[in-house]
Structure formats: structure tokens, C-alpha cells
């Protein structure tokens, strides 16, 4: 009968069935755009599209792969380079350093002793600085150029330099300094010491 009038027919659907409806024709509608495309491409299936994808993410990897092995192969022999000059710079750095405390006069031991006192640090330093400290380094420790210090003359009576002698108080018989003490206030008269003796 509604067909008659023209009306067309009222069907009510819940919620949840209608989203399951629109998901659906949503998800037919995906799968129809992905074949056409598919199908533009020259692939028969979205598995050949894959393998064609991987293999050229290989390809470039690959290509990637061996210049950036190549970039740092580079970059290992350009660190190389750098660290050999360090080493040649530290070189020519202690050879100056021993040349001028060999010039005047440390060797052995004591050339040893004197480049580890020897205070320049600056990688900038030129040969006049260096000449400057080591000569510095002599007027301080010149025992290690083969200098010998005049030694400093100890205080009489066995003192150390720079202290005076230590008082000695002279050897007393026992009593004695009660008996100074009573002469010096008159109670014992001056005679009566010899006696005592």
C-alpha cells in the first residue's frame, strides 16, 4: 500500500546497527579506492605493492649504506690526521722544553726532575717563554742544573737556622736554688756559703 501513495517506507534502525552499517559500506568503499589505485599502478595485488616498496627501501638503504660507510671511513682518516698533528705539536713541545733545560746544564736524573717542574702548560708557547721558565725553574732549584747551593751555616750550638741557641741552665747540686734564693734576702749570711762547701 505505500507503494500505491507513493511514500516511501520508514525503517528505524538502533544506534549500534547503524554504525555497524556506515562502517561497513565505509570499509567496502576503502577496499574499491585501494584496487582502483592498484590497478593504475600496474600492481595485481596490495602484496606486489608491498615487495615493490620493500625492495626499493633495500635498494636505497644499500645505496645509503655504502656512502655513508664511505663518509666515515673519511671522517676516521680525518681524526687520524688530527690526533698524528697532536702527537707531533706534544713532540715539538717537549723537545723544546728539553733543550732548554739541557742547554742550561740538567741531565739525567735531574732533567727529569726538572721538565716535570718545568711550569708551562700553554700549547701557544714559544721558545722564549719557555726559556724564560726553565731559567725561572734554575734560579729556584739549581741543584738540578749541576749547581751546588751554598748551604745556609747552622746557628751556634747545634740550633737550626734561623733560631737562636737554646738556654742552658747550668748543672745544680739539689737545694741549691733554695739557698741562692735565702742569701739573696739576707737570711744567710755571705761567710757560712763557703762553709757549706
Known amino acids: 500500500m505505500a507503494a500505491e501513495t507513493g511514500q516511501e517506507q520508514q525503517v528505524t534502525f538502533t544506534q549500534d546497527r547503524l554504525g555497524k552499517m556506515l562502517t561497513r559500506e565505509k570499509a567496502q568503499g576503502e577496499r574499491a579506492a585501494i584496487k582502483r589505485l592498484l590497478s593504475q599502478l600496474g600492481f595485481d595485488s596490495p602484496k606486489s605493492l608491498t615487495e615493490f616498496v620493500s625492495t626499493q627501501r633495500e635498494a636505497e638503504q644499500a645505496a645509503l649504506s655504502e656512502v655513508e660507510r664511505r663518509e666515515q671511513v673519511a671522517a676516521e682518516r680525518e681524526l687520524q690526521a688530527a690526533r698524528r698533528e697532536e702527537q707531533a705539536a706534544e713532540?715539538?713541545?717537549?723537545?723544546?722544553?728539553?733543550?732548554?733545560?739541557?742547554?742550561?746544564?740538567?741531565?739525567?736524573?735531574?732533567?727529569?726532575?726538572?721538565?716535570?717542574?718545568?711550569?708551562?702548560?700553554?700549547?701557544?708557547?714559544?721558545?722564549?717563554?719557555?726559556?724564560?721558565?726553565?731559567?725561572?725553574?734554575?734560579?729556584?732549584?739549581?741543584?738540578?742544573?749541576?749547581?751546588?747551593?751554598?748551604?745556609?751555616?747552622?746557628?751556634?750550638?747545634?740550633?737550626?737556622?734561623?733560631?737562636?741557641?737554646?738556654?742552658?741552665?747550668?748543672?745544680?747540686?739539689?737545694?741549691?736554688?733554695?739557698?741562692?734564693?735565702?742569701?739573696?734576702?739576707?737570711?744567710?749570711?755571705?761567710?757560712?756559703?763557703?762553709?757549706a762547701r
Do not use: N, W
Not at 746544564?105 to 726559556?131: K, T, W
Open 91 to 195: 713532540r715539538e713541545r717537549v723537545a723544546l722544553r728539553r733543550a732548554a733545560l739541557v742547554a742550561l746544564g740538567a741531565e739525567g736524573d735531574d732533567l727529569v726532575d726538572a721538565e716535570r717542574l718545568l711550569a708551562v702548560d700553554d700549547e701557544d708557547v714559544d721558545e722564549a717563554q719557555i726559556q724564560s721558565a726553565a731559567e725561572a725553574l734554575r734560579a729556584r732549584r739549581p741543584e738540578l742544573f749541576g749547581e751546588v747551593r751554598t748551604l745556609v751555616p747552622s746557628a751556634p750550638a747545634g740550633a737550626p737556622a734561623g733560631r737562636g741557641p737554646t738556654r742552658t741552665a747550668p748543672v745544680s747540686k739539689p737545694g741549691s736554688a733554695g739557698l741562692e734564693m735565702a742569701k739573696r734576702r739576707g737570711l744567710i749570711p755571705e761567710f757560712s756559703d763557703s762553709a
